[in-house]
């Protein structure tokens, strides 16, 4: 796990090797272990190394094929590179290192571009042909790791994060406001908009090639949730599942460096553990609690570390913990705005908390990201829109429940100072585009479910992800996410619908506000919710932890945000000298901040949100 950088001056001067190095610097973090450097005329590649596979200087980076014809700065990890390397020594290709970036680049070499759709693992890569000068980015399926790039007059920058971009000197920071809206709407991009004016995040399943005319996004891979052609009886479903998720833990477990695991009282994580603890006795583990002296209501039961502690007794694992309390997040916020660069899904500065204690003793951890998105975890999400009478009606109800921030009833009086520069921006457009690329003719309500999951992976998935990405790196930690497997992917995609959920004809409104146990009374009437993952990880946890109810990861600020918190809350987003009132009414913003503070509304992720971006404008546009 690494950090890529660079830098293409598409009217032929030589690229500094100054600047590029200004670029690396500026993320370091994310690789403690090395740095390296190339250039050829217009062209710099920069690395930082974290060492994970082939510690020796064999695996440095910018790496070169044996006739220099490649290079590449490489960040990730390819699970499947030894049986590459098999087969591609049996093509003739010989190794001079035991790294998967060799592999990467013979790949690349032996099968150019079609090299991508054999590679099973999490990447982001820039990659420069020298004979046919021509400079091509690329990111894995999901979007695990993360590659931003610009274009600041005849100048291409990209690189892991943002501040690569902005160290360069060529790029001069400007506030998005289309993007402002966005988030406002669903907390989270669904474009490949940034906060950052001209700065694009190349979308997961992409590669863009760059040339002096300019550079598009080509799509090589997409989610595609249909049912199987030749469909099993729900034993033969559970027989592969469970399979294949070994398989995808033992597959992700390859390391020179000692590994951990996040470990919350949730089956996905759970189920990591027990898999990788048999592989290695005395697995460190992680978990995260709160301090629920001042909680009320339902956010009582987010302290999970009673539930950890069992699973860490079942697995025999080395066990660590940390309490958050109230005020730890004041304490991290501009921490946090400057690793994350754009504010993203949640609330995520327990992440960061729990991403720091693991990077004390581990350089790579597994989590149990993507479970919920890929077996139907969420199930009162999909309800809302499995009944409609054309594609359209179901793209009015679905966006009409994903407007998780500010509604659209309260948009033009909230962004009132800025109106005349993003009044052309329809939100549901951008809510239907997520689709362009998908078959959009829906007839029964299975198939309304899968395209609400394929919407979910695309957009909510994608943005836990990107932060998750961001705070373990902050902290030189390799984060790896075994349910997104390619195998078990594709397999998750075919399984019908009716093996996750168990009541597609139920529509319920439940509040995403209320963070948590997702209304014990439904959960506990359906029992819904990833039927089939529940029914093949009872091989290897409790029952009562797979039969257990749904609960998110979350610190309990809805309560905070009304008590301990309140100062700093009012503090920052009361202020009428506050940043975000450049952009923002300050009348329309406290309205709906004092309907929290009073009771009447749960806001605490538009409160969140504001945070965040009044963080984001003093540490980025002050």
């Known amino acids: 796990m690494c950090g890529v950088a660079g830098v293409l001056n598409l009217d032929g001067s030589a690229a500094s090797p100054i600047a590029l190095r200004r670029m690396t610097d500026a993320i370091a973090h994310r690789g403690p272990d090395g740095e390296g450097h190339y250039t050829d005329g217009p062209l710099g590649l920069g690395h930082r190394r ?20 490649y290079v590449v700065s490489y960040n990730g990890e390819l699970y499947n590179f030894q049986e590459l390397r098999i087969e591609l020594q049996a093509l003739g290709h010989q190794f001079r290192s035991r790294s998967d970036t060799e592999v990467l680049l013979a790949a690349w070499a032996q099968w150019g571009a079609k090299a991508l759709d054999r590679f099973n693992g999490m990447f982001a890569f820039a990659l420069w042909d020298r004979q046919a000068r021509e400079l091509t980015l690329a990111r894995d399926r999901f979007g695990v790791k993360p590659l931003y790039y610009a274009r600041a007059g005849d100048v291409f920058l990209f690189g892991s994060e943002i501040k690569a971009i902005l160290a360069h000197g060529a790029y001069r920071t400007q506030l998005d406001r289309e993007a402002l809206l966005e988030y406002f709407t669903f ?10 004016r001209d700065v694009r995040l190349l979308p997961a399943g992409c590669t863009l090639t760059v040339k002096e005319k300019g550079a598009r996004p080509v799509r090589y891979w997409d989610y595609h949730f249909a049912e199987s052609n030749a469909p099993l009886r729900e034993e033969e479903y559970v027989e592969e599942l469970d399979r294949l998720f070994r398989q995808a833990v033992n597959r992700q477990l390859v390391s020179d460096v000692e590994l951990g695991a996040y470990l919350s009282g949730g089956m996905d994580s759970g189920s990591i553990t027990a898999i990788a603890a048999k592989q290695f006795p005395y697995l460190k583990s992680f978990t995260c609690g709160f301090d629920l002296n001042t909680a009320s209501g339902i956010e009582l039961g987010f302290d999970e570390r009673t539930k950890a502690e069992r699973m860490s007794y079942l697995f025999k694992t080395e066990h660590y913990e940390m309490v958050l309390k109230p005020g730890d997040m004041e ?70 429940y994903w407007q998780r921030l500010i509604p659209n009833s309260a948009i033009r009086k909230v962004f009132a100072p800025i109106w005349g520069d993003v009044k052309h921006v329809w939100t549901r457009d951008i809510f239907r585009d997520v689709f362009i690329e998908h078959a959009n003719t829906l007839r029964t309500p299975e198939e309304y479910v899968n395209h ?13 992800l990107v932060v998750e990405d961001k705070l373990s790196m902050a902290h030189g930690l390799e984060t790896r996410v075994p349910f997104l497997d390619n195998e078990l992917v594709d397999f998750a995609m075919a399984v019908p619908a009716r093996f996750k959920l168990g009541n597609l004809g139920e529509v319920m409104r439940i509040n995403e ?49 009304k008590g301990e918190s309140i100062d700093y809350v009012r503090r920052t987003l009361l202020d009428r000298n506050a940043r975000i009132y450049a952009f923002l009414d300050y009348t329309a913003v406290s309205d709906l901040i004092q309907e929290h503070l009073k009771g009447v509304a749960n806001r605490r992720l538009l409160i969140w949100s504001l945070l965040s971006v009044e963080s984001w404008c003093a540490t980025f546009a002050s």
């Open 452 to 464: 609400s999951l394929y919407f979910e992976a695309k957009t909510f998935l994608h943005g836990l």
């Open 50 to 69: 974290l060492a994970i596979i082939d510690l020796t200087p064999g695996g440095r980076q910018p790496m070169a094929t044996a006739d220099g014809r």
């Open 331 to 400: 304490r991290v916020m501009a921490k946090m705005a400057w690793h994350l660069e754009e504010p993203r899904v949640g609330q995520s500065y327990p992440n960061y908390y729990t991403a720091q204690l693991a990077g004390k003793f581990v350089k790579v951890v597994l989590s149990g990201t993507g479970g919920d998105e890929l077996f139907g975890g969420y199930p009162w999400r999909y309800y809302r829109a499995v009944v409609n009478d054309d594609f359209e009606h179901y793209i009015d109800k679905y966006y009409a």
């Open 513 to 561: 506000n209320e963070p948590g146990l997702k209304t014990m009374k439904y959960y506990q009437r359906t029992r819904d919710g990833k039927l089939l993952l529940r029914k093949a990880m009872e091989r290897h946890i409790p029952a009562e932890v797979t039969d257990r109810e749904k609960q998110g990861f979350s610190a309990p600020d809805a309560s905070w945000f």
């Open 187 to 196: 907390q989270n991009f669904f474009t490949d908009r940034t906060l950052f």
